[in-house]
T-cell receptor, first 114, second 111 residues
């Protein structure tokens, strides 16, 4: 799972996009944010191309899934409260109930909004 | 979605075994129990998962209670490199995208 950029500094009100791509043909992809000393919070997820849904903390973010490989995260109006580390993850869909695959994570994008 | 409860922190001495507990009393019959760990300044990485039987791999062992309401991740000989935050999370093939994490257990390994 490849995320870009690794580090991003911007100012309040700017529009920005963090990209995420995977070449493992995984149907499931997700975006998380992680604030200092805290666990991961689910922002948005997708179960396949053309399908996205909100997670725990979707406000201020948008996503799209036009292809299986790509799942970009967009901030339309960056705010200081969105300063965080963002992780993209992907997972194969099990074809059988007896098969269960792990989540694969990117290396993270550290975003600072001033 | 099943909720999990883990201790906030645990300590271990190097070379000693570590047992990290997780309670998941609302787990469904199709949920597998996954464990991930997050090293400092890195993304989470997969450790192990299982359904009912105990599981072993090169990183760790997973012991699952008979009623599946709890599990224990076992690191047989902790090293300094095992210092990380450990997360347990129930996952099945229908909620696979909507995977929510708790705050995990921060493991400190003392030399």
């Amino acid at each position: 799972v490849t995320q870009n950029p690794r580090y991003l500094i911007t100012v309040t009100g700017k529009k920005l996009t963090v990209t995420c791509s995977q070449n493992m043909n995984h149907e499931y992809m997700s975006w998380y944010r992680q604030d200092p000393g805290m666990g991961l919070k689910l922002i948005y997820y997708s179960v396949g191309a053309g399908i996205t849904d909100k997670g725990e903390v979707p406000n201020g973010y948008n996503v799209s899934r036009s292809t299986t490989e790509d799942f970009p995260l967009r901030l339309e109006l960056a705010a200081p409260s969105q300063t965080s580390v963002y992780f993209c993850a992907s997972r194969m869909r099990g074809q059988r109930s007896s098969y269960n695959s792990p989540l694969h994570f990117g290396n993270g994008t550290r975003l600072t909004v001033t | 979605d099943a909720k999990t409860t883990q201790p906030n922190s645990m300590e271990s001495n190097e070379e000693e075994p570590v047992h990290l507990p997780c309670n998941h009393s609302t787990i469904s019959g199709t949920d597998y129990i996954h464990w991930y760990r997050q090293l400092p300044s890195q993304g989470p990485e997969y450790v192990i998962h299982g359904l009912t039987s105990n599981v072993n791999n090169r990183m760790a062992s997973l012991a699952i209670a008979e009623d599946r309401k709890s599990s224990t991740l076992i690191l047989h000989r902790a090293t300094l490199r095992d210092a990380a935050v450990y997360y347990c999370i129930p996952l099945n093939n229908t909620n696979a995208g909507k995977s929510t994490f708790g705050d995990g257990t921060t493991l400190t390994v003392k030399p």
